[in-house]
């Protein structure tokens, strides 16, 4: 645990402090649903500012997964901020966020985000039935709050990387995915989620 502290990105890209300071403002709104609506509108409007320009690192795919870099972390509200960079074709299976509000805003590219309702539960088996997706391009953003948190997201270009920037409540180290299994039924398995260097 401390060693991971101990190496959480002290990045100085371009509009950082801008960045910061937008959500800093954003996550004293209120309860979770104006907090994730001040976040969604903040993350819109810096992803139209040209004045902030995420590290050049963010633009490299890794051709195994989708890339995780932890942005920022803050010392003072807790929120973590993450880039995730989606090479062709990468995608997510069906998971939750641990309990964890999230705002996700497309920086560049496009992507599908397929929201996922739960219709029953038999131990860790999970009855899911998809409830509605969408191509989300660069500037929009969407909110996640527990208990509607089931998702996935893929890249669907054949050719061109897509980034997004993602706002937890706090870190998320650790989630919950959901292997198909018969029909609409799934097997829970818990997943670690590891970041990948910033540089």
Request: glycine residues 10%.
């Amino acid at each position: 645990m401390h060693a991971q502290a101990a190496t959480l990105p002290d990045l100085d890209f371009p509009g950082h402090d801008k960045l910061v300071a937008a959500l800093d403002a954003a996550v004293t709104a209120g309860d979770q649903h104006a907090v994730t609506a001040a976040l969604r509108s903040a993350l819109c409007s810096m992803i139209r500012d040209r004045d902030v320009q995420l590290p050049e690192c963010v633009y490299d795919p890794i051709d195994d997964h989708y890339a995780r870099r932890e942005l920022y972390r803050s010392p003072t509200h807790g929120y973590s901020v993450v880039a995730m960079t989606w090479g062709p074709g990468q995608g997510t299976p069906v998971h939750d966020h641990c309990g964890l509000w999230c705002v996700e805003g497309v920086w560049d590219g496009e992507l599908e985000i397929t929201q996922y309702e739960l219709l029953e539960r038999d131990g860790d088996r999970f009855r899911f039935r998809a409830a509605g997706g969408m191509q989300a391009g660069p500037g929009s953003a969407g909110s996640l709050i527990p208990p509607h948190e089931y998702h996935t997201i893929r890249n669907t270009s054949g050719d061109d990387v897509a980034i997004s920037l993602h706002i937890y409540k706090g870190p998320m180290e650790s989630c919950s995915m959901f292997v198909p299994q018969d029909g609409e039924w799934f097997a829970r398995a818990c997943k670690a989620l590891k970041t990948d260097e910033v540089h």
